[in-house]
């Protein structure tokens, strides 16, 4: 049964990558994937997980009448999903956070107020500034966020849709590259670091340059294919005369959402509380001022620029694509799946640094974070704070999923958001991914001999 789970789990995949050729939406495949994986493990749970440990309990606990066993697996099975369904819901709910808010800031125009002192007129110069902000953004925010808010920002600035997929495929690798260097950046650095196996100065010490070169490397070799000029977009529909809103109002919402966005890691690292939560907060004290300037517009205006307006542009199908996924992926982990996987790549290559290397390209296909974590409890008793086979880890399970769209939270953020097709990333984005990924392995293994 194991193997028939992990076929339907490989066929969602495909239905998932070849979206245009079978004309399904990817996140109609992605729920039936995730829901088909979690009903067969349900009705053979028996089979598939060893119950020496659990039947022991259920004869201690076993009433008079004689309790059946079967209710105790599906209890078991039950207290599984929700755990697993407890992070998946806050991923959720942290990207509709994060994407409302985009959206309010985007309705109040407080994009122009960066566009506009965006001088590039060509579209190499362009990439390297959208690349490198969205790198050090990644830093202070995480990939996700990131990803959401210069997608929105290249929507007002790059007309051709063709050159504009590949500014967002390139905004993956350096949002995925600038995340892996901080503790707050992305999930699998923040994961190592709650562990307490990497500092928070440490890991900006040994990771920055080869995050660097992870970005810089893909940046050389796609920077000849862009030639011309930049097209901009055609701004059609109302103009800012027929519209009330202000100076201020496009100051003040793009003020609140950057700081909004900027607290989520501040409030996790004093209230240790999940991200999602300082989302919410974030996007409760915007809709708040949402509605006390709402009083200084006229009614036309209003309705647009509203919370509830922001809320009906939110593309939920890319919600729903990524419940799928993380419901299939959760499935796996549950069934242990991925940290066998882990256990026998250690028995098999025994070389920390090459499992290091090769869990950040499995996590392109499947969650890094199951894989990070069973590698954590491997070599958490062998392996001393700050050992170098976790700065490895945390760059290698951080930066690995660019080698596939479907391979990070900001990959599948853009691939939803933009309708990104999987072979076109694979095509045109993903050898420059790797490029990067083995790049930055390279300058982490040059700084380690040389410092």
């Known amino acids: 049964m194991l193997s028939i789970i992990i076929a339907v789990f490989i066929l969602g995949y495909l239905a998932i990558a070849l979206e245009h050729q079978i004309h399904v939406n990817k996140a109609a495949s992605a729920l039936i994937t995730g829901v088909l994986c979690w009903t067969l493990y349900a009705l053979n749970f028996g089979s598939l997980v060893p119950l ?7 004869g201690a606990h076993a009433s008079a009448e004689g309790d059946s066993l ?4 599906h209890y078991l099975v039950d207290g599984q999903l929700m755990h697993g369904f407890s992070e998946t819901a806050g991923i959720l709910f942290f990207l509709i956070g994060a994407m409302t808010i985009v959206e309010l800031v ?19 110069t362009l990439l390297w500034i959208v690349a490198w902000i969205a790198f050090f953004m990644s830093a202070v925010l995480d990939n996700l966020t990131t990803t959401i808010v210069m997608i929105s920002v290249m929507r007002k600035l790059v007309a051709d849709r063709e050159t504009r997929l590949i500014f967002v495929g390139m905004i993956v690798i350096a949002a995925n590259a600038g995340g892996a260097w901080t503790v707050i950046g992305d999930v699998t650095t923040t994961m190592i670091w709650m562990k307490n196996k990497i500092g928070e100065w440490e890991v900006i010490r040994e990771l920055f340059l080869a995050s660097i070169a992870c970005l810089l490397v893909p940046l050389l070799i796609i920077t000849p294919r862009l030639r011309g000029p930049l097209e901009a977009p055609s701004h059609s529909g109302e103009t800012e005369d027929e ?27 004093f209230t240790h509380l999940p991200p999602f939560m300082g989302m919410m907060l974030a996007l409760g004290v915007l809709w708040l ?16 620029t509203g ?15 990524f419940l799928g996924i993380l419901l299939a992926v959760s499935s796996l982990g549950s069934m242990h799946v991925l940290t066998d ?57 951080g930066t690995g999923g660019s080698c596939l769209i479907i391979g990070s939270a900001a990959g599948v953020a853009a691939m939803g958001l933009e309708r990104i097709d999987f072979f076109w990333y694979f095509r045109r984005i993903a050898p420059l991914a790797f490029a990067g990924y083995v790049a930055g392995i390279v300058v982490y293994f040059i700084q380690q001999a040389v410092l």
């Open 52 to 58: 020496e440990g659990f039947e022991a309990w259920h």
């Open 70 to 73: 079967d209710p105790k697996l």
């Open 106 to 124: 985007d309705a109040h125009e407080g994009f122009s107020l960066i566009t506009r002192h965006i001088r590039a007129r060509k579209q190499s």
């Open 243 to 269: 519209r009330s809103i202000q100076g201020w109002h496009k100051a003040l919402f793009l003020v609140l959402g950057v700081l909004g966005l900027l607290s989520v890691p501040v409030f996790k690292t």
């Open 289 to 304: 001022a949402s509605e006390v300037v709402s009083h200084s517009m006229d009614e036309k205006t209003r309705s647009s």
């Open 307 to 321: 919370v509830l307006s922001a809320l009906r542009r939110i593309d939920m199908s890319s919600v729903l694509f």
């Open 341 to 397: 996987l882990a256990q026998w790549l250690q028995s098999t290559i025994q070389n920390q640094d090459i499992i290091a290397i090769i869990i950040g390209l499995v996590s392109a296909v499947v969650d890094n974070v199951p894989l990070v974590a069973a590698g954590i409890e491997m070599y958490s008793s062998t392996n001393a704070r700050n050992d170098p086979f976790w700065m490895l880890l945390a760059f290698c399970g």
